[in-house]
């Protein structure tokens, strides 16, 4: 199995801040990795793929980067309706597990 | 407009079996691979497996001597099975599609359904 950590597991910010999520996979995933945001209630929402590629729809303040066992997504001016739980996820090897979330609050 | 919704029985006894279907409409399941996935209350998402429209499956190991995966484009709908369930396997599941980019998200989710295990 290819462990997915997450970090941090919470994060307090602001309207308008620029955050950063870190995942970092236990071996290389080769940029088969992928980034789902989830409101309460809700089903995940894919976000970004294979690393970096913005799913349609997603506004452009999302942005992932990164290779081999690390990777971030990035939101550029978090907005109220950002405030969710974000996941990332491996399809490199199976099974395509997933990190273990990172809560966005407001602070 | 492609949707994706799971049925089934929201209790079953623990030792029992859990038999949920997810029904496609809006599209054909076409040459997809169709994902189960569940999420434990106020926990994080477990990948449960997979199974392409030919009928080929992939299980996480750490449930695959329980589950069973099917598929029947017909109906346009899948099954999950899975065997011998315990309180551990309370959880939403959701059906869901990964898309043909080649990298393999899931693109698109069914909303999810509680299963309970309980007596």
């Known amino acids: 199995d290819i462990q997915m950590t997450q970090s941090p597991s919470s994060l307090f910010a602001s309207v308008g801040d620029r955050v950063s999520i870190t995942c970092r996979s236990s071996q290389s995933v080769s940029n088969y990795l992928h980034w789902y945001q989830q409101k309460p209630g809700e089903a995940p929402k894919l976000l970004i793929y294979?690393?970096?590629a913005l799913q349609r729809g997603v506004p452009s303040r999302f942005s992932g980067s990164g290779s081999g066992t690390n990777y971030t997504l990035t939101i550029s001016s978090l907005q109220s309706e950002d405030f969710a739980t974000y996941y990332c996820q491996q399809s490199y090897i199976i099974p395509q597990n997933f990190g273990q979330g990172t809560k966005l609050e407001i602070k | 407009q492609v949707q994706l919704q799971e049925s089934g029985p929201g209790l079953v006894k623990p030792s029992e079996t859990l038999s949920l279907t997810c029904t496609v409409s809006?599209?054909?399941?076409?040459?997809?691979?169709w994902t189960w996935i569940r999420q434990p209350a106020g926990k994080g998402l477990e990948w449960i497996g997979r199974i392409y429209t030919s009928g080929s499956t992939n299980y996480n190991p750490y449930l695959k001597s329980r589950v069973s995966m099917s598929i029947d484009t017909s109906k346009n709908q899948l099954s999950l099975k899975l065997s011998s369930v315990t309180a551990a396997d309370t959880a939403v599941y959701h059906c869901?599609?990964?898309?043909?980019?080649?990298?393999?998200?899931?693109?698109?989710w069914g909303q999810g359904t509680l299963v309970t295990v309980s007596s």
């Open positions: 869901a599609r990964e898309n043909n980019s080649g990298w393999h998200p899931v693109e698109l």
């Open positions: 294979g690393a970096a």
């Open positions: 809006g599209d054909s399941i076409g040459s997809y691979y």
